[in-house]
Protein backbone atom coordinates (compact mmCIF):
# COMPACT_ATOMS: atom_id res chain seq x y z
CA UNK A 1 0.00 0.00 0.00
CA UNK A 2 1.89 3.35 -0.62
CA UNK A 3 0.99 6.37 1.10
CA UNK A 4 1.07 9.81 -0.07
CA UNK A 5 1.17 13.31 1.89
CA UNK A 6 0.72 16.28 0.56
CA UNK A 7 2.29 19.77 1.50
CA UNK A 8 2.93 23.33 0.16
CA UNK A 9 -0.59 24.78 0.38
CA UNK A 10 -2.03 27.71 2.18
CA UNK A 11 -2.88 31.02 1.18
CA UNK A 12 -1.47 32.80 -2.01
CA UNK A 13 -2.86 36.10 -3.69
CA UNK A 14 -4.39 36.47 -7.42
CA UNK A 15 -1.35 36.05 -9.64
CA UNK A 16 0.46 34.85 -7.31
CA UNK A 17 2.05 31.49 -7.51
CA UNK A 18 2.64 28.37 -4.98
CA UNK A 19 4.21 24.69 -5.36
CA UNK A 20 2.67 21.48 -3.76
CA UNK A 21 4.58 18.79 -3.26
CA UNK A 22 3.43 14.99 -2.58
CA UNK A 23 6.02 12.43 -1.68
CA UNK A 24 5.21 8.27 -1.96
CA UNK A 25 6.19 6.02 1.20
CA UNK A 26 7.14 3.20 -1.61
CA UNK A 27 9.53 3.01 -4.73
CA UNK A 28 6.94 1.64 -6.91
CA UNK A 29 5.16 4.87 -7.14
CA UNK A 30 7.82 5.74 -9.14
CA UNK A 31 6.47 2.98 -11.78
CA UNK A 32 3.30 4.34 -12.64
CA UNK A 33 1.84 7.57 -13.52
CA UNK A 34 0.85 10.30 -11.13
CA UNK A 35 -1.57 13.03 -10.73
CA UNK A 36 -3.08 15.76 -8.97
CA UNK A 37 -6.64 16.23 -8.55
CA UNK A 38 -8.81 19.16 -6.27
CA UNK A 39 -12.12 19.93 -5.26
CA UNK A 40 -13.33 22.90 -4.39
CA UNK A 41 -16.48 23.52 -2.03
CA UNK A 42 -20.10 22.15 -3.41
CA UNK A 43 -18.05 20.55 -7.10
CA UNK A 44 -17.04 17.18 -7.86
CA UNK A 45 -13.29 16.18 -7.59
CA UNK A 46 -11.91 17.50 -11.01
CA UNK A 47 -8.57 16.12 -12.80
CA UNK A 48 -6.40 18.74 -12.66
CA UNK A 49 -2.67 17.43 -14.23
CA UNK A 50 -0.54 14.51 -14.72
CA UNK A 51 2.73 13.17 -15.81
CA UNK A 52 3.72 9.97 -16.93
CA UNK A 53 5.77 7.27 -15.13
CA UNK A 54 9.16 8.25 -17.19
CA UNK A 55 8.28 11.80 -16.57
CA UNK A 56 8.77 12.48 -20.85
CA UNK A 57 4.95 12.86 -20.98
CA UNK A 58 1.81 15.58 -19.12
CA UNK A 59 -2.16 15.67 -19.37
CA UNK A 60 -3.64 19.42 -18.07
CA UNK A 61 -6.90 20.24 -17.35
CA UNK A 62 -8.09 23.36 -20.11
CA UNK A 63 -8.45 25.57 -16.88
CA UNK A 64 -4.55 25.11 -15.97
CA UNK A 65 -2.63 24.57 -18.85
CA UNK A 66 -0.09 27.02 -19.76
CA UNK A 67 -0.37 28.34 -15.75
CA UNK A 68 0.58 24.80 -13.83
CA UNK A 69 3.23 22.37 -14.22
CA UNK A 70 3.33 18.73 -13.04
CA UNK A 71 6.86 17.17 -12.52
CA UNK A 72 8.22 14.71 -10.19
CA UNK A 73 11.39 13.52 -9.03
CA UNK A 74 12.24 9.88 -8.56
CA UNK A 75 14.97 10.13 -6.30
CA UNK A 76 12.75 11.80 -3.91
CA UNK A 77 9.54 9.45 -4.44
CA UNK A 78 7.88 12.47 -5.01
CA UNK A 79 5.73 14.78 -7.65
CA UNK A 80 5.07 18.39 -7.71
CA UNK A 81 2.57 20.77 -8.92
CA UNK A 82 3.90 24.32 -9.62
CA UNK A 83 0.97 26.77 -9.67
CA UNK A 84 1.94 29.94 -11.40
CA UNK A 85 -0.87 32.93 -12.41
CA UNK A 86 -3.35 31.06 -9.85
CA UNK A 87 -6.79 33.07 -9.63
CA UNK A 88 -10.19 32.53 -7.03
CA UNK A 89 -11.11 29.20 -8.60
CA UNK A 90 -8.10 27.44 -8.35
CA UNK A 91 -9.41 27.60 -4.58
CA UNK A 92 -9.81 23.90 -3.47
CA UNK A 93 -8.28 20.96 -1.43
CA UNK A 94 -5.43 19.19 -3.68
CA UNK A 95 -4.78 15.92 -3.75
CA UNK A 96 -2.15 14.02 -4.99
CA UNK A 97 -3.30 10.48 -6.54
CA UNK A 98 -1.04 7.52 -8.18
CA UNK A 99 -3.03 4.69 -10.33
CA UNK A 100 -2.94 1.02 -10.22
CA UNK A 101 -1.06 0.35 -13.20
CA UNK A 102 -1.25 2.90 -15.57
CA UNK A 103 1.86 4.57 -16.31
CA UNK A 104 0.45 7.58 -18.20
CA UNK A 105 -2.01 9.94 -16.76
CA UNK A 106 -5.81 9.53 -17.18
CA UNK A 107 -8.17 11.84 -16.01
CA UNK A 108 -10.64 9.37 -14.60
CA UNK A 109 -10.92 9.30 -10.91
CA UNK A 110 -11.84 5.64 -10.94
CA UNK A 111 -8.67 4.50 -11.78
CA UNK A 112 -6.57 6.34 -9.00
CA UNK A 113 -6.04 3.81 -6.49
CA UNK A 114 -3.66 5.51 -3.93
CA UNK A 115 -5.21 9.06 -2.78
CA UNK A 116 -3.03 11.19 -0.34
CA UNK A 117 -5.39 13.23 2.85
CA UNK A 118 -5.81 16.88 0.49
CA UNK A 119 -4.12 19.96 1.00
CA UNK A 120 -6.14 23.03 1.32
CA UNK A 121 -5.16 25.95 -1.26
CA UNK A 122 -6.81 29.08 -1.02
CA UNK A 123 -6.63 32.21 -3.63
CA UNK A 124 -8.03 35.80 -2.43
CA UNK A 125 -6.35 39.09 -1.67
Known amino acids: QVQLEESGGGLVQPGGFLRLSCVAS????????ASWFRQAPGKWREFVGGISASGGFNNYASSVRGRFTVSRDKAKNAVYLQMNDVIPEDTAIYYC??????????????????WGRGIQVTVAS
Open 26 to 33: ARSFNDHA
Open 97 to 114: AAPRDEVYPISEASTYEH
